[in-house]
């Protein structure tokens, strides 16, 4: 194989099977929404499992990108109390949708 082609296809190679490039396309597996956002009050904090969603749904259903990352399809502002951005707006109005089992469960999401 003469030179040049090896290095392509060495290049190839690393970069698909690079991890953190995959991890940056698909972004994290689980991501602590309470951190993230910095959301304070007592509630144990939302450890939101990405890549069970990811399985499920398009990433268009939350990122306004169609290929996933960068900002959401809402505004999350209000972050206080049970009226929050988060059950009203993102979490709560798709788990009712879907039926998912205990959507609205407390400890579904606040463990
Ligand atoms: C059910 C909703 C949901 C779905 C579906 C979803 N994501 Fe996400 N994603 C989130 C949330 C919430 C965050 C964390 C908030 C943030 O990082 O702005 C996030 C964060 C990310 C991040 C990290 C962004 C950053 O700036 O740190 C990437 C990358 C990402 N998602 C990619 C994807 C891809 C690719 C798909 C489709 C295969 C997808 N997501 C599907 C909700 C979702
Ligand atoms: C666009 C739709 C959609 C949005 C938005 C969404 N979810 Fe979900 N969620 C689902 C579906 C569908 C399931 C069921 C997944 C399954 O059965 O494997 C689910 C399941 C879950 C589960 C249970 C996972 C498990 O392992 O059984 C948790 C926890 C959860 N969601 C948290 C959240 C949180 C927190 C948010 C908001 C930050 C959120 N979801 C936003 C669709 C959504
Ligand atoms: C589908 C997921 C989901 C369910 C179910 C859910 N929450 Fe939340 N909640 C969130 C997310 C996401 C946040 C913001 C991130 C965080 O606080 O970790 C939040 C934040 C909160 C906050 C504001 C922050 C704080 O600590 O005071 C309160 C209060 C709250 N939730 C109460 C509840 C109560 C009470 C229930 C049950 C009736 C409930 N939540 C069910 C996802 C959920």
Do not use: Y
């Given at each position: 194989?003469?030179?040049?082609?090896?290095?392509?296809?060495?290049?190839?190679?690393?970069?698909?099977?690079?991890?953190?490039?995959?991890?940056?396309?698909?972004?994290?597996e689980?991501?602590?929404?309470k951190?993230?956002?910095?959301?304070?009050?007592?509630?144990?904090?939302?450890?939101?499992?990405?890549r069970?969603?990811?399985?499920?749904?398009?990433?268009?259903?939350?990122?306004?990108?169609?290929?996933?990352?960068?900002?959401?399809?809402?505004?999350?502002?209000?972050?206080?109390?049970?009226?929050?951005?988060?059950?009203?707006?993102?979490?709560?109005?798709?788990?009712?949708?879907?039926?998912?089992?205990?959507g609205?469960?407390?400890?579904?999401?606040h463990?």
């Amino acid at each position: 194989m003469p030179k040049g082609k090896i290095g392509l296809v060495l290049t190839a190679a690393f970069l698909v099977s690079a991890p953190w490039v995959m991890a940056g396309a698909q972004g994290p597996e689980s991501i602590d929404l309470k951190e993230k956002f910095q959301v304070e009050g007592g509630m144990k904090a939302v450890i939101f499992p990405h890549r069970t969603h990811q399985a499920k749904l398009a990433c268009s259903s939350c990122h306004l990108d169609p290929e996933g990352g960068g900002k959401l399809v809402v505004e999350l502002v209000n972050k206080v109390g049970i009226g929050n951005d988060f059950h009203k707006k993102f979490c709560w109005p798709c788990h009712v949708e879907m039926q998912v089992p205990q959507g609205k469960s407390c400890p579904t999401c606040h463990g």
